[in-house]
C-alpha cells in the first residue's frame, strides 16, 4: 500500500441482477469496467463464504472459512460453458425495483440452477479442470463436501447434535458416511468448483486493468460449520463439544450491551503448537483470492473478549490475551510484505495501537466517527490522519453517510462538520463532502461504499450490528451505472492525486 489509491466498497450480491441477488457474471465485469473509467484502482467486498437463511445470508456466518458461496455463481456464464441452455434461465426480471432483494427467493432459483448445471456435467463426464481442482483443494474441500452432505441429512448444521459417531468423527462412520453420500458430495464438489473458476476469472480480468480486489476475513468462524467439526482441538470446546465461551465485544458505539456474536473461541496454545498451520493455511487461501485483505475484528487477535457460554448479553466478558507476535512472525516468515489492513475500530485498547505500530499494519479511519466529540485532535477526522492507513465515509456496518446525517447527528454535531467543512450543506450534499475530505487527506487509500457515491439514505444501509434480520438487502440499480457518476469520480480522483 504505498500507492496513493481510492476505491469502491460493494459486495458481489448488491449488483444489479436479474437473478436476485448479484453474482459473477456480466454485470460484475461490467462494474470493474465503471470502476477503471472512474479511476478507481481498488474493489472491495465482504466474505464471499457460503452463507444460509438460518443467519439471514449474512456474510460473516459461514459453514466454512475457505469455501465460496455458490449462490453467487453466474448462470449467464454456466450457458457460455454449455452446462445450461438458454431456455434453463428464468424470464428476466427484477428482483428489485426498490433497491432490495429478496434473498429466500433468489437462494431457490439459483439451486434450481445450480441443480441443472449438476445433472449436465454428470452426463458430459468429469472433466479434468475438475479433477485437478478436487486434488489441489482436498486439504479443505473433504471435509466441507462431507459437511454439507451430512448437515443435509441430519436436517442441521449443528454437529453437536448428530449421531455420536459423526459428531466425533469415527472413521468407519466417516467412510460409510462418504459411500452413501456420494452424489452429494459430489454436486457440492462440483458447486465449489465452479464458484472458484468464475472467481479467479473475474480476478484476472480485473488485475488485467490495474484493478485490484480487496477481501474481507472474518477474524472468527461460526461453531457450526466444518472449520469447528474438523478440528474442534483448535477451538475452547468442552469434552461434549460445546463451547466454553464465545466471542463478542463490549458495549460501544454501535450497543450498550455489547455484541454476543456467539463464536467460538480459539485455542491459541493449541495453534501453536503446529506454527498455526490452520491460519497458514487459511491466509494463503485468501492471498491466492484477494490482492489485498482485511481482518475484520483485528484486536482479536492481540487480546479478545471472552464470555462465558449462556449469558444472554456480551456485557460480563473479560479481555483475554491472544499470541498475536508469535502469529504475526510465522505468517510474515511465511508470507514476506502480508498486504493486510487492520479493522481497528471500536475499543482499541494500547496493546492494539502498540502491535499495529510495530508490524506497521495499516488500519481504518471512519469520517462518519469523526464529528461526535469536540476534539480537533480526533484520530477520524481527516488532519490528523497518517498515510499508513484506509480512510473510509462509512463501512457495510453503520449507516450511510447521507442516512447518518439525517438520522443520527445532533445540533453540535452538524456544527463541528459545519465548521470543518467552512459550510452548511445539505442532506444530499453531505456523501460527498466526506469524499472529498477522505480523498483529500494523506491515506494511501481512500474506499467509498458505493451507497454512499449515489447519496442514498438510511434505507440503503448494508447492515445494522445488533439486528439479525433485515440486513444484506441492498441492491445496485444498473441505471445508477453511469457515465456521469464515473466522470465526476474520476475528476475528484485526479484533483487529490489518486489516479
Keep these: 500500500m504505498k500507492t496513493r489509491i481510492s476505491g469502491i466498497l460493494l459486495h458481489i450480491t448488491s449488483l444489479p441482477s436479474a437473478f436476485g441477488h448479484g453474482d459473477l457474471g456480466p454485470q460484475a465485469y461490467r462494474f470493474a469496467d465503471w470502476l477503471v473509467a472512474a ?28 469455501a465460496g458461496n455458490p449462490l453467487l455463481i453466474s448462470p449467464e456464464r454456466l450457458v457460455d460453458q454449455g452446462l445450461l441452455s438458454p431456455e434453463d434461465l428464468p424470464a428476466p426480471r427484477s428482483f428489485a425495483d426498490s433497491g432490495r432483494v429478496e434473498l429466500d427467493e433468489a437462494a431457490r432459483g439459483k439451486e434450481a440452477l445450480l441443480d441443472a448445471a449438476w445433472q449436465s456435467f454428470s452426463c458430459i463426464g468429469h472433466d479434468q479442470g475438475f479433477s485437478r481442482f478436487c486434488q489441489n ?20 448444521a449443528d454437529w453437536s447434535a448428530w449421531p455420536p459417531e459423526y459428531r466425533d468423527r469415527h472413521p468407519g462412520a466417516l467412510e460409510r458416511a462418504r459411500r452413501e453420500l456420494g452424489e452429494s458430495i459430489d454436486r457440492i464438489k462440483f458447486a465449489q468448483y465452479l464458484f472458484f473458476e468464475q472467481w479467479l476469472a473475474l480476478k484476472r480480468y480485473c488485475n488485467a486493468r490495474r484493478l485490484r480486489l480487496f477481501g474481507d476475513i472474518p477474524i472468527y468462524v461460526s461453531y457450526e460449520s ?36 456467539g463464536n467460538p473461541l480459539f485455542d491459541w496454545e493449541r495453534m501453536s503448537h503446529d506454527g498455526f498451520s490452520w491460519w497458514q493455511s487459511r491466509i494463503e487461501h485468501n492471498l491466492e483470492l484477494f490482492d ?3 481482518i475484520d475484528h483485528f484486536r482479536g487477535l492481540v487480546s479478545y473478549w471472552e464470555v462465558p457460554s449462556g449469558e444472554l448479553s456480551a456485557v460480563n ?41 510495530r508490524t506497521d499494519l495499516p488500519g481504518m479511519k471512519v469520517l462518519l466517527f469523526a464529528f461526535g466529540e469536540d476534539d480537533p485532535w480526533h484520530i477520524f477526522l481527516p488532519h490528523s490522519y497518517t498515510e499508513n492507513c484506509v480512510a473510509y465515509t462509512g463501512t457495510h456496518d453503520t449507516n450511510t453517510a447521507r ?57 440503503a444501509r448494508m447492515n445494522t450490528p445488533g439486528h439479525a434480520q433485515g440486513n444484506w438487502r441492498w441492491q445496485l440499480q444498473s441505471e445508477q451505472l453511469n457515465e456521469r457518476l464515473a466522470r465526476r469520480l474520476a475528476e475528484l480522483t485526479r484533483t487529490f492525486g489518486r489516479v
Design 292 to 294: 489485498l485483505l482485511r
Design 226 to 261: 466444518c472449520d469447528v467439526w474438523a478440528h474442534r482441538q483448535l477451538f475452547k470446546l468442552d469434552p461434549e463439544g460445546r463451547p466454553t465461551g464465545v466471542a463478542g465485544v463490549p458495549p460501544d458505539y454501535f450497543s450498550s450491551t455489547g455484541q454476543l456474536w
Design 39 to 66: 479511476r478507481q484502482r481498488l474493489w472491495q467486498v465482504l466474505p464471499l463464504t457460503p452463507v444460509s437463511g438460518l443467519s439471514d445470508y449474512s456474510p460473516y456466518s459461514s459453514s466454512s472459512a475457505f
Design 137 to 156: 483443494q482436498g486439504h479443505w474441500l473433504d471435509d466441507f463436501a462431507l459437511f454439507e452432505s451430512l448437515s443435509r441429512s441430519f436436517g442441521t
Design 317 to 357: 466478558g473479560s479481555w483475554v490475551q491472544a499470541p498475536f507476535e508469535n502469529l504475526f512472525r510465522t505468517l510474515s516468515q511465511r508470507f514476506p510484505c502480508l498486504p493486510l489492513v487492520a479493522e481497528d475500530l471500536g475499543e482499541i485498547t494500547a496493546d492494539v495501537r502498540e502491535a499495529m505500530l
Design 403 to 459: 442516512g447518518w446525517f439525517e438520522e443520527e447527528t445532533d445540533g453540535q454535531m452538524r456544527q463541528r462538520l459545519s465548521k470543518y467543512l467552512g459550510r452548511s450543506p445539505g442532506p444530499e450534499d453531505i456523501p460527498w463532502e466526506l469524499i472529498r475530505l477522505g480523498m483529500g487527506s494523506v491515506a494511501q487509500v481512500m474506499v467509498t461504499p458505493m451507497q454512499d457515491l449515489l447519496a442514498l439514505p438510511a434505507w
